[in-house]
């Protein structure tokens, strides 16, 4: 029994630069307390400095960007974009910590036709390798402190010549590089404008790094219509009548910021305080400094607060709207952060993912919820079906099923991926999640119970087990591999991979030399925190599947037991 929407919401239809700036509806011109901005291209801002401030760098925060000297300098970035060669679709990459010039530097990708496609600051060279090549970047901005990684990893993708200094702090460029200052300085030139519902649904804004439910990293790609859609539908119903002020943590490559933080503060003019990078104390310290009033959880952060004698130091009783997601939270944790925050403050949980271009299932303010739903509505013009494991139509309620979806938030593709899209959607459209759920009967809410996605989740990141197996398995000492993700500890989403790995007969590779192959090729939060065991085969299926099932019930018998380290023998 698929779930139809019967709520049919007007969505935009015009790309998303013409949607940011060209319809906002509060006062742009406003008195500041302070701001300024570098003069980085020679730009006179006697005028600029006079209209409010949207992005402010928490870390320097006298670092601001207002409306106007923000769609002054995504102009600036379309001209210089085409004099560096930019033509329609080419791929952009940045690798950058959070900064409040990412978010420019965004918009004047997409203003100019590019594509964008952010980077993870942590990504070693081979993981960068395997970014460009995936994404087809073209060009890249990258912070000086990450160059020689990206470097590396560009060799013989990206020519020299497209790569621009990321220096946005006042850092010096490195000899040989042209700044991106350089770009800001080729004149000024209107974004690419187009409007039309086909036009907006096949232009492509971002090309976001996914696992998808299974299979090493792709590019799920955003489209204008996508993006617009999501934050209307989001963002734009049941606002409240309170000022909005954020604080984003959040790395600004991923889909939680694509468009929510790029484009919504200057849509809204929500002030945006954007931490370089995430901290505990100066995060709670901000939020109580700066009156944060929305805040955005995942379970880690939840847990490290409510149990952190800082709570007691800093207040959060600025936060009237909290919202967890990325994995599930327990009842009384929720209570108690709920508890640290405004007498009026909402709490909810939520899922979505990189393909949904986001929440997909939410409670609308003023709606709270404390029985550990993830939403009492999927959003507006959409449609759900749950699949069991055969692929049939489930058509009760309070029965589990693979949550299934499709709509205007819905990516259309992966990038250059047909294998990966044909697994992924089906002939009517619908977006297979991975997401075991169910749909309450008496209140319509829904549960997430479990997930059929492969991949494993640590910290909110992605880690597909495919490219663990084929980092270990290029060593001539291992024949064979198998990578799941243990069970995260309560109210955690660090999941734990572990390998179990067949060694070559007559090798003597010790699990620690295992786990350094991981190290020294891929991020950290990729390590192999669940362990190596040694076994004498994989199990699979009679066609040659690994049978993963069998490797995660045997892990699961053994934490029942307690015990440290399965035997080989009972595979």
């Not at 790395?251 to 790029?262: I, N, R």
């Not at 929305?294 to 800082?310: E, K, M, Y």
């Not at 066609?543 to 993963?548: F, Q, T, V």
Request: hydrophobic letters at 35%; glycine letters at 8%; charged letters at 25%.
């Amino acid at each position: 029994m698929p779930w139809l929407s019967n709520w049919k919401y007007p969505l935009p239809e015009e790309d998303l630069i013409s949607w940011t700036f060209d319809h906002c509806d509060y006062d742009r011109d406003k008195p500041v307390r302070n701001s300024s901005l570098r003069n980085i291209a020679k730009i006179s801002f006697n005028h600029l400095l006079t209209s409010s401030q949207i992005y402010i760098d928490l870390d320097t925060p006298t670092r601001t960007l207002s409306w106007t000297q923000s769609r002054q300098l995504v102009r600036k970035l379309c001209a210089g974009f085409h004099a560096a060669g930019l033509r329609q679709g080419d791929c952009v990459s940045i690798a950058s910590f959070n900064d409040i010039m990412y978010c420019i530097a965004f918009l004047g990708i997409v203003g100019s036709g590019g594509v964008f496609s952010g980077s993870n600051p942590a990504y070693t060279p081979y993981e960068i390798a395997h970014h460009v090549k995936t994404a087809k970047v073209k060009f890249v901005l990258v912070e000086p402190e990450l160059l020689e990684t990206v470097l590396e990893g560009t060799k013989g993708v990206v020519d020299r010549k497209n790569i621009f200094i990321f220096n946005v702090r006042g850092q010096p460029c490195p000899e040989g590089f042209r700044s991106w200052e350089w770009l800001l300085q080729q004149g000024e030139s209107d974004w690419v404008r187009f409007t039309g519902e086909e036009k907006c649904r096949s232009t492509a804004v971002a090309r976001l790094t996914t696992s998808g439910t299974t299979g090493p990293p792709k590019m799920a790609v955003q489209s204008h219509y996508n993006a617009t859609s999501w934050y209307t539908m989001t963002s734009e119903i049941s606002v409240p009548e309170w000022e909005i002020r954020n604080l984003f943590p959040l790395p600004l490559f991923h889909v939680a910021t694509v468009p929510a933080v790029h484009c919504g503060p200057l849509r809204r003019g929500h002030v945006a305080y954007i931490m370089r990078r995430f901290e505990l104390e100066p995060f709670l310290a901000a939020a109580e400094k700066y009156r944060i009033t929305v805040l955005g959880f995942v379970p880690p952060l939840v847990i490290a607060i409510i149990n952190s004698p800082l709570r007691h130091k800093y207040s959060l009783k600025s936060v009237r709207r909290a919202g967890c997601g990325a994995a599930p939270l327990d009842r009384e944790s929720g209570e108690r952060l709920k508890a640290l925050c405004a007498d009026d403050c909402t709490f909810t949980q939520v899922l979505g993912s990189t393909e949904t271009t986001g929440v997909f299932t939410c409670f609308y303010y003023p709606d709270e919820d404390d029985t550990g739903s993830v939403g009492n509505t999927i959003l507006p013009n959409s449609d759900v079906k749950l699949i069991d494991d055969d692929g049939n139509d489930i058509t009760e309620f309070n029965v589990e099923g693979e949550m299934c979806v499709r709509g205007p938030t819905i990516v259309p593709e992966y990038f250059e991926n047909p294998k990966a899209n044909a697994e992924s959607w089906d002939a009517e459209g619908y977006f297979k999640t991975g997401d075991v759920v169910y749909c309450d009967r008496e209140t319509k809410k829904w549960y997430i119970t479990d997930r059929k996605k492969e991949l494993i989740k640590v910290r909110g990141f992605q880690v597909a087990p495919p490219e663990l197996e084929g980092v270990l398995l290029y060593h001539p000492d291992i024949v064979d591999v198998a990578v799941i993700g243990l069970p995260a500890p309560p109210n955690s989403d660090a999941e734990r991979p572990r390998a179990y790995v067949v060694r070559r007969p007559g090798s003597s590779i010790s699990e620690d030399q295992v786990k350094a192959l991981i190290t020294d090729k891929l991020a950290s939060y990729k390590k192999l925190t669940g362990g190596v065991l040694f076994v004498d085969e994989i199990p699979k299926s009679a066609s040659g599947k690994i049978l993963k099932r069998v490797l995660r019930d045997e892990a699961a018998k053994e934490a029942v037991a307690g015990v440290g380290i399965m035997r080989a023998s009972k595979l």
